[in-house]
């Protein structure tokens, strides 16, 4: 994959390591700060709705379209919120872990207590980051991202290159054409388990508000 994107790749080559699954091999070069890794925020916000959704459905949102809204935002934002660490320098390291997650989870906990689903739901949607940006392609160094952190700061990375690295060059046409063939490999990927999950989500809420219409609705006949 790295050679159909050659064009857009300049810079010293920086030779390091990478593990691909449990060995260590000779890594990817790195090529400046041209392409980035991993999956564009489009496809990770579809894997937090998607692992979300197919967990957690619609949660306790009662049917309310606003609070299924607020919900379905929620998981897209946490399927992206890794990355946020470019802000301060440590990309892909300790955001990008399983250990990540568990604080997810924990904050779940603490902020929506006795509501299981949700928790296993945000923790899902923010595992989907990891997982994903592990099935990726990584072209800037450190190589892989920090897993299995705090049990070990290795940096792993499937040797799958399942998505397509990022052009950051706009300006070039190639660029383009280089991030749709990214973003369409993301959605005939990830794509089919969102829908899934929002086709599901979507079924539970009609039932919901079905219910609560039932509820509400006079008893007494007409006339
Ligand atoms: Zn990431």
Not at 45 to 67: P, V
Not at 209 to 215: E, K, Q
Request: charged fraction near 20%; aromatic fraction near 8%.
């Amino acid at each position: 994959m790295l050679d159909q994107l050659q064009p857009f790749m300049q810079g010293p080559g920086d030779e390091g390591e990478i593990k691909r699954g449990s060995r260590m091999i000779p890594s990817l070069r790195r090529y400046g700060n041209q392409l980035i890794g991993m999956p564009t925020p489009i496809g990770h916000a579809l894997g937090g709705i998607a692992a979300g959704t197919l967990i957690g459905g619609a949660a306790e949102t009662d049917g309310d379209r606003s609070r299924l809204v607020r919900w379905l935002a929620l998981l897209a934002v946490l399927g992206m919120l890794p990355d946020a660490d470019f802000l301060v320098g440590a990309h892909r390291e300790a955001s990008h872990s399983v250990g990540a997650v568990l604080l997810v989870v924990g904050g779940g906990v603490l902020v929506v207590p006795r509501q299981p689903r949700i928790w296993a739901a945000t923790g899902a949607a923010y595992l989907t980051h990891v997982v994903l940006d592990w099935l990726g392609t990584d072209t800037v160094a450190p190589f892989g991202l920090m897993a299995l952190w705090p049990i070990d700061t290795a940096f792993y990375m499937s040797s799958v290159e399942l998505f397509h690295p990022v052009c950051r060059q706009y300006w070039l046409v190639g660029c383009w054409a280089s991030l749709g063939r990214a973003v369409a490999v993301e959605l005939a990927v990830i794509g089919p388990f969102a829908a899934v999950g929002l086709v599901r989500t979507g079924l539970r809420r009609r039932r919901s508000r079905d219910r609560s219409g039932d509820t509400r609705a006079p008893r007494s006949p007409r006339g």
